[in-house]
């Protein structure tokens, strides 16, 4: 307890510069004016420039969730990755602790160029009342972080604490679920409600322990003695998790209560934390941020913003100077229709000679900071203003230089919060093949049954439905486990498979390929010699949805649906299929769509071959 108050205590005091930075930071994400200059006008207005650049980048970049594959680093490695590729996809919709998994990561996307970092714990997660058993990712709160003083990075770090606030009820939960790991949580709770106490909330005041947004917001703390909270820290070593409650003493030993001592927790040595870098820095662990480039000039437009806003309000009310001894000040009021009693109406009342010198620069003034500000984010607008760079404007090329420019910077984001992916799932996989001790169920289709029937025709992993397009498969660890050991896994990201889709180009894409199978019979003859294929029906599905069409699902239909639509109604018992009566028979299709059907809608939606329009052909 001795070593894990004293690295509590250093690593609070080592942030201490960059703590007094957060409040200005998290005012700017919010728009709240907090500078001087600003805060003194009467216009109170916020240019939330920065704040937008990252909210949409992250919309940019982080649009839809990670798609990559794990391949096993073993000679039977076929099964194995298909069955652990089905765990990362099942866990990754159902990791959904505070928030979903994609809304984490954006969430970690968004505030790392506020704070130049964020982190995130990758725990092993059984929680009894979900149901939910697997691994899990948790947002940090950049004031919960205790980083090892002087290490530049995570990966370097012997240490990681982290500090929470967690209710009772919760440690009590964890030491049902995990006696003898878990401890005197209960003897805590005792204490606690002996004294009918709040816990920890009440003392949550401190400035430098709540955020701008929570004091500002929600500036009233209210406890409640029924369901208490306790604030916890936890010290994550490499070979050892140490929780303790630092501001409940067990009055028995006089030290803070002892929750959890956990040896050998995580996995190949790794700590179970992961950061997201905006600029990683060479000699930081804390990286640098769009909001710590950008401040000054934030705080500059706001003020230039809120100056000639007043000035514009003087230029139309200007002050008047009025002489006391021939005006009757009871007389003074403001607004149409009014009526002053003075005895010189001409002299005694003047109104002030303002100089229109500032309200006349103002437009080149904000043009200047806008640029730079847009300049320092790889961004721009598409507008003409003076001060603004002369390839900013509204043609054509302009455009397309704003394009490439925002999306390099787009790319930089992209690879740092990819880089942070590969983090979480090498972690997730470690923690699989590692702490999957209860067999997994999970649902799967058609095309997945057919691959697990291939590869594990003897093992009863597999439960298929009357429908047999859809089933259970149960993974348990020991599929995992090659000579006594579990396997190791190589981890592959799908590079760019978080980033926003741009339809018009895959339409482009799509429907080139789709020409070119079209105008050359021959050209998927030669594909198949080489002992490969094109699912021209897939790449039809995908022309349709990135060309917009609605309910596409109603024009590629599967066979099934096309008997219905013929009139098939099923078949007998003996196989042969049922005929509906009518004037005409109708011919039931193949089983499968081929090739020249695909080919058929595809060159009738594409407008013929050559310019030859298909009717004529």
Known sequence: MDECQQHEADSYKWLATKRDTWDDKEAMLVCSLEDQISGDTKSQVFDPVLSTIVFERAARVMAQNPSGKAYAVSKNDVG??????LLLKYYRNNANECY??????????????????FFALVPWRIDERSGYIGPELTLIPIRDVRPQPGRKSVGESDWFGVKSLVSLSWLLEQQKTFPGIWRNADSLAAEIRSKKSEGDTQRASAKEERSYIEREWWPSLIGDAKYPSVEIVTEYRRDRWITWAPKQVDPKTSRPWVLRVLKEPYPEGMLPIVEKHAFPL?????????FERGQTLQLAINSLINLYLDGVKYSIFPPLHI???????????????????MNNPNKDVQPMALSPQGLQTFQSTYGFMLAAIQNLAGSTQVTKMEGVEPAVGKTPEAIKYM??????????????MEDTIDQIYTRWIALITNKLERPQVIRIFESEIEEIQEIYKDEKILEVFKSGKRGNAQIDKSQFIENGEPV????????GSTMKKNLDEERAIFGGMLTELVSNPRFLEEVRVKNKDIDIGELFKRYLIASGVKDWDRILIEPEQMLQKEGVVGKTAGGAVPQVSGPQTPQMPSARFNDADIAMAAEQILGGIGGIPPASR
């Not at 394009?403 to 740092?416: I, K, P, T, V």
């Not at 190791?488 to 590079?495: Q, V, Y």
């Open 80 to 85: 194995k990755n298909l069955l652990m590729n």
């Open 100 to 117: 979903s998994h994609l809304v984490k990561l954006r969430m970690m996307d968004t505030y790392s160029p506020v704070y130049g970092s």
């Open 403 to 416: 394009s490439y420019r925002e999306s390099a910077r787009d790319e930089w984001d992209r690879f740092m």
């Open 282 to 290: 060479l000699d930081s662990i804390i990286g640098l941020g769009e």
């Open 323 to 341: 002489n006391p001894d021939n005006v009757i000040p009871s007389s003074f009021k403001w607004g149409p229709g009014e009526r002053w009693y």
């Open 488 to 495: 190791k896994f190589d981890f592959e990201l799908e590079t």
